[in-house]
């Protein structure tokens, strides 16, 4: 009797038994279910999608035609608001927050009647528990409510999301009124991972209205540097010119880091001769971006006794600050002087020849 060789049958054989291999299939089998069940969802979840999509472009089409009939006709006006579904309430408004950001004047009035029905609709998106929700409401406030919305951005200022947070500030540094702007003031401590020069643009938008409140947040030296240092990014944007002997005092207190770099950049702005002084002091400075400041401000508003400084910042290891001490040279008409360390073969001889480069080509150009 000839007997099977176990060692020659299949691996999965010998392996597993029959129940495991049973097992085998119907796992297999209920994945291919499920992976059609996948395909399935994917295929219907599209197709609702495009129907959505086919829907809002038949309203779109239908509400550009009335919005524009509705900016000049109070009767088709009234007969858009009469006709809007409260479920197409959120999007009517979103839809016109995209025009509103285009019109001014009286169109953008009219634009604003006309969002009037669908503000408590954004209201109540206002509480939504999704965050993303309540940022989209803040935003289509700014553009299309009333001065009693304002309150209500302000409140989302202290929205446990940074997410809203973010789009109330925008939202009412669009609005340019200095109230609100001060709210912003008052929470910065909330939007501590902005950029610093970012949300100084931001706030610069508030315009001259706030250049005293920035001012007095500097004189604070019980204030967080990170709050002094934004407030000079601001006056430096507002080039406001009272601020210089607030900035010469922030450096003669001993700053630091950001805070003395904002103070130099501001005195290099709106700077003169008598703050020269409390920058000439921080010429030695290890910081190089301080230094290239300092160097800046020598260079544009310094006199000649500062020309030694700069012959010595020729030799700076870092590129931008010879090339602007060579910029102040030659300025001062210390040609000679730039001419030769551009010939030479020292340190700062490329930036040297390249400020030298850049002044005769402004003389050309002016020339011509």
Do not use: C
């Not at 409510?145 to 809203?164: C, E």
């Not at 407030?231 to 880091?257: K, M």
């Amino acid at each position: 009797m000839i007997v099977a060789d176990p060692r020659r049958a299949p691996l999965i054989e010998r392996l597993a038994g029959p129940d495991v291999l049973a097992a085998l299939v119907y796992g297999i089998a209920a994945l291919a279910a499920l992976a059609t069940v996948g395909v399935v969802l994917v295929l219907v979840l599209r197709a609702l999608n495009d129907r959505h999509r086919r829907r809002w472009r038949a309203h779109e089409a239908r509400w550009e035609r009335d919005v524009l009939d509705a900016l000049v006709d109070d009767q088709a006006a009234a007969r858009l608001v009469r006709g809007l579904a409260r479920r197409d309430r959120l999007y009517f408004a979103e839809y016109l927050s995209r025009i509103a950001r285009r019109v001014r004047g009286a169109e953008r009035e009219r634009l604003t009647l006309l969002a009037e029905p669908v503000l408590p609709a954004l209201t109540r998106e206002l509480r939504h528990r999704q965050p993303e929700r309540r940022a989209r409401a803040v935003h289509t406030l700014a553009l299309l409510g009333d001065p009693t919305s304002v309150g209500m951005i302000v409140r989302a200022l202290d929205d446990s999301s940074s997410f809203v947070v973010v789009a109330a500030v925008r939202a009412l540094a669009v609005t340019g009124a200095p109230e609100a702007g001060r709210q912003i003031l008052a929470r910065l401590d909330r939007v501590t991972r902005w950029d610093p020069n970012y949300l100084a643009h931001v706030l610069a938008r508030f315009g001259d209205a706030l250049a005293p409140d920035f001012r007095a947040i500097v004189q604070d030296e019980q204030a967080k540097p990170r709050a002094r240092h934004i407030a000079l990014l601001v006056l430096t944007l507002l080039h406001d010119v009272s601020s210089a002997a607030l900035a010469a005092r922030v450096l003669a207190g001993g700053a630091e880091g950001p805070l003395a770099r904002a103070a130099v950049q501001l005195l290099g702005d709106v700077g003169g001769a008598e703050q020269l002084d409390e920058v000439r002091a921080r010429r030695e400075t290890l910081d190089p971006v301080l230094r290239e400041g300092v160097v800046r401000v020598l260079a544009s508003i310094g006199d000649a006794g500062d020309v030694a400084t700069l012959r010595d910042a020729l030799l700076d290891p870092q590129p931008t600050i010879a090339y602007h001490a060579a910029r102040g040279l030659l300025a001062r008409g210390e040609v000679a002087a730039v001419e030769a360390a551009a010939e030479g073969k020292a340190r700062g001889a490329l930036a040297a020849r390249q400020a030298v480069a850049d002044a005769r080509r402004l003389a050309t150009t002016s020339a011509g």
